[in-house]
């Protein structure tokens, strides 16, 4: 899908919302917090189809309509825990979808402003998702340490223990920490409790860990096993994320396919692992995500070594050197 196509989703999308019926005077209700309250939602069923590439300028957008009225409007002290809990689900989420699209330092303000107002709402359960988030982002920038420390600071907090969709997620990020820091015996522990806890949870979670799913877990669980250097393992597991998958998680599919071309040409099946990463660069041009699209990158640095002796190699670098690095 190409930038204008995006563009065009971004701005029937932001009126879809209603953005402009969010007041910018005058007093505020319940119906007000959960209008806003709604876009989150709204936006995340986009989000795992089209990456967060298309959507963090709505998002922002949207987070700056809040921002307005919470300054300028009036409300009770009830309604202002509720808009404080909504705005900062949003300011979450627009963090992630800047997180997503590369915007790490845009990131890291909107993750700051959303535990600021997880803070000032009371709001336990967006903090911790806020402490998820920034552990996430540690690690991509390799600060592998300190994602860890942020990762135990969330997994103890009451709502990760009362809430097991948040402590599955959370202990599968730890797991992936773990063995990016050689702890292989803390990784499989923290594997086991996702899993333990995963088989607790019950009826919907909310609106943004709808994408955690058996394809997820198994995934993550992959990902963990690649950095601890398991590489059969790895893939397996890998292959068995991508065959779980539904449909409309195009962004964890390109995702989880170049995680697996990953695993097997670290395995040494520079052919199979070929193919898995051309599949994945076709996938990624519906998707708008630099955090993906990075991981392909990587791909093609590291296939360069192989393109003299197989032909396949030496062909996927040409055939995407027009969207690669």
């Not at 930038?3 to 005058?26: C, N, S, Y």
């Not at 907090?157 to 599968?172: E, F, I, S």
Request: proline letters at 2%; charged letters at 25%.
């Amino acid at each position: 899908m190409r930038r204008r196509e995006f563009g065009f989703i971004a701005v029937g999308l932001a009126a879809a919302l209603g953005l402009d019926a969010i007041p910018a005077t005058g007093r505020l209700g319940t119906g007000d917090a959960e209008r806003i309250r709604a876009i989150v939602p709204a936006l995340y069923k986009h989000d795992h189809a089209l990456g967060g590439g298309a959507l963090h300028d709505v998002a922002s957008d949207a987070l700056r309509r809040v921002q307005n009225a919470l300054n300028n409007c009036s409300y009770g002290e009830r309604v202002e825990r509720l808009l404080y809990s909504a705005t900062g689900d949003l300011a979450a989420s627009a963090g992630w979808f800047a997180y997503d699209a590369g915007l790490q330092p845009e990131a890291t303000a909107l993750y700051n402003e959303a535990l600021q107002a997880g803070i000032l709402a009371g709001d336990g359960m967006l903090q911790a998702r806020v402490w998820s988030n920034l552990a996430m982002q540690a690690r991509l920038l390799n600060r592998n340490q300190e994602a860890v420390r942020i990762g135990r600071a969330a997994v103890e907090t009451r709502q990760a223990k009362n809430d097991p969709w948040l402590m599955a997620l959370l202990h599968c990020r730890q797991a992936v920490g773990h063995a990016r820091t050689g702890e292989r015996t803390r990784a499989e522990h923290s594997l086991a409790r996702a899993e333990t806890a995963y088989d607790r949870a019950q009826g919907q979670p909310a609106a943004w860990l709808s994408f955690l799913t058996p394809a997820e877990i198994t995934g993550l669980a992959g990902a963990a096993h690649q950095a601890l250097g398991r590489h059969a393992r790895a893939q397996k597991l890998t292959a068995s994320a991508l065959a779980l998958l539904e449909p409309r998680f195009e962004r964890n599919r390109v995702y989880y396919t170049a995680q697996h071309a990953q695993a097997l040409l670290d395995g040494g099946e520079v052919e199979h692992a070929v193919a898995e990463a051309a599949r994945a660069a076709v996938i990624a041009k519906r998707v708008q995500s630099d955090r993906v699209q990075d991981k392909l990158d990587d791909l093609r640095r590291q296939m360069r070594q192989h393109a003299k002796r197989v032909p396949d190699a030496a062909d996927f670098l040409e055939q995407t050197r027009q969207t690669g690095a």
